[in-house]
């Protein structure tokens, strides 16, 4: 299968989401917009306009895509596309205050630039104004939208808090771990993926079938987003090679042959739970750590489950009867989103 | 006019607003509730229950009985309670995080405990849980009653934007000291005064006028407070004596000193822009500020201005025909709230 359609879908979202976002971020007070307008890749951080913009815009095209998989036309979706879009940045920009992330896509962070406060609050206003312009949608389901979207947004707050507890601990279960990207990256997708329809007032299947098939991306995009911050190549991924080993990360793939034990699962852990050198582990550690994991099956369990998730993904939209058009689209969006090149 | 009601009414409040607010906080992850009942003041930090409960419930209560002023029963109000209890929480919590205060009512602070990310997350979650909880309401005016406290969010956010930024500049408006505290503390009481007669389906005229008599209850509620960061005796602040001074707050009495100008202005001015000794000013420096701006007229600008802010809070409500027992103990309660002892 071929992702033909996606690049397409996601070019159409960003000629008819931007005017809509601009306008919402254009509420804001001056320093948070402008804060907000660096973040989103609009201005530089003098304030001069920047071409280009920040994101592929993945949440906002399956919120448009949605309304369209209710039969609705996709400008139902737009205040639900600003919304998702809304609180994903508010997440960005907290999440890089707490990580101390001091640059996101080769940009320096908000937090980097003007201090935490900044970050903070601009994240804080994002939220407040994504609930704000849901509840503003001419559709009789804004407050059922806006419902939905807060509940996901507690779900990921929960994934962060699962995520930081983490980092602290010397075990964690593979169970846990999916929950916590359940969370962190699920809830937001499921949520994008069926807030269109919700607007739409599709009835409760359509909307259920959406949300699950959203759910089961999240974690496909997650295992493939682990697997690039292992094996993924810098021009992809746009961070340095190894990063999230060098970082020590328990992501999918690292948590998969903890928990398996074994010979490479003990050797693994020992170096998880050695001191750091204080210049930070060398490329060669990394690789060998990066070997160490293939051979123990990481990155073939990892792999293999983004498949299947994405195999679920698509049988959840089967249980119900979708337009052609939408149903191809989303299909494929999932499909290119989760064959990123490593 | 004496003050006999305002204390049953917000006695009243708490024990029909603290069950609802219990079921809520229930719904969080295991961490993030157990920093907010802590926050809360439910828990001591070892998670152990606590009495007493944290401030007085200004906030809810208005949201009841604006829902009485309506004509409507008080329960009708019970999630707007809820909701601007829970948006007043995310707000300090994020203040405590950027403010660098470690102590809150004399319990150490959420992020001084728990760390930064604690805080800020925690201060999402309510935030969130906020919109859910109201969006959840059996009223058909929930979505309206949403937008309203979204709107008053950004206000607040927009607020601290601001006093963040006076920090940092050597002059300062009052207008936009006055600007500032209309977000910081008068957008919420104008929203917590008005949205339980939206959840009723009050009468646009009435939700205006209670909205516009919140909002100068709140202009005269910060100028208490800043008479009180001045002039006011820790046991009734449960501050340290002359806070504000001490931390070269720019509040509204000395803004207003500043920008009358004059000797005792220009005198205020260069103590404000000349270093801070090491070990912070000597009381009697601080004893001899407060006079030289109480000379100068700030104290009686900022009582004469909070009773003549008290004034229009009660004009507003006369705009319109209220239940006479709503009526009173809405004027009771303002009165009582700007009448701490100094």
Request: with cysteine; charged share 25%.
């Amino acid at each position: 299968m071929t992702a033909v359609l996606a690049p397409t879908a996601l070019d159409r979202c960003r000629t008819s989401v931007l005017p809509a976002m601009a306008d919402a971020v254009a509420r804001l007070d001056p320093a948070t917009r402008a804060a907000a307008e660096y973040h989103l890749g609009w201005t530089e951080a003098d304030g001069s306009p920047r071409s280009g913009g920040a994101g592929k815009g993945v949440r906002p095209t399956l919120a448009l895509l949605s309304a369209e998989a209710a039969g609705a036309d996709s400008r139902v979706g737009v205040p639900g596309a600003v919304a998702v879009e809304l609180v994903h940045n508010f997440s960005l920009l907290h999440d890089d205050v707490m990580d101390r992330d001091s640059e996101r896509r080769h940009r320096t962070t908000v937090w980097a630039l003007w201090g935490e406060s900044a970050a903070i609050l601009t994240g804080d206003a994002l939220l407040a104004l994504a609930a704000e312009v849901l509840l503003e949608a001419p559709s009789s389901h804004a407050a059922a939208a806006t419902r939905e979207l807060m509940t996901a947004t507690r779900e990921l707050v929960r994934g962060q808090v699962e995520d930081l507890s983490f980092e602290t601990r010397t075990t964690v279960a593979l169970e846990e771990c999916l929950r916590m990207a359940d969370g962190k990256t699920g809830a937001l997708l499921a949520a994008s993926s069926c807030i269109g329809a919700i607007l739409a007032g599709a009835p409760e299947p359509v909307v259920a079938a959406l949300r699950d098939s959203g759910r089961h991306l999240g974690a496909a995009f997650q295992l493939v987003d682990d697997l690039l911050g292992i094996w993924g190549s810098p021009a992809v991924t746009g961070k340095p090679v190894l990063s999230d080993l060098r970082a020590r990360k328990k992501s999918l793939p690292v948590t998969y042959v903890l928990c398996r034990g074994g010979a490479e699962g003990e050797e693994l852990a020992a170096w998880c739970a050695a001191d750091r050198p204080a210049q930070g582990d060398s490329e060669d550690v990394l690789r060998d750590m990066a070997a160490l994991i293939e051979r123990a099956g990481g990155r073939h369990w990892a792999s293999a489950e983004a498949e299947e998730q994405l195999r679920l993904a698509d049988a959840a939209l089967d249980r119900v009867c979708l337009p052609d058009g939408a149903r191809a689209e989303l299909a494929d969006l999932a499909r290119y989103l989760t064959r990123r090149e490593s």
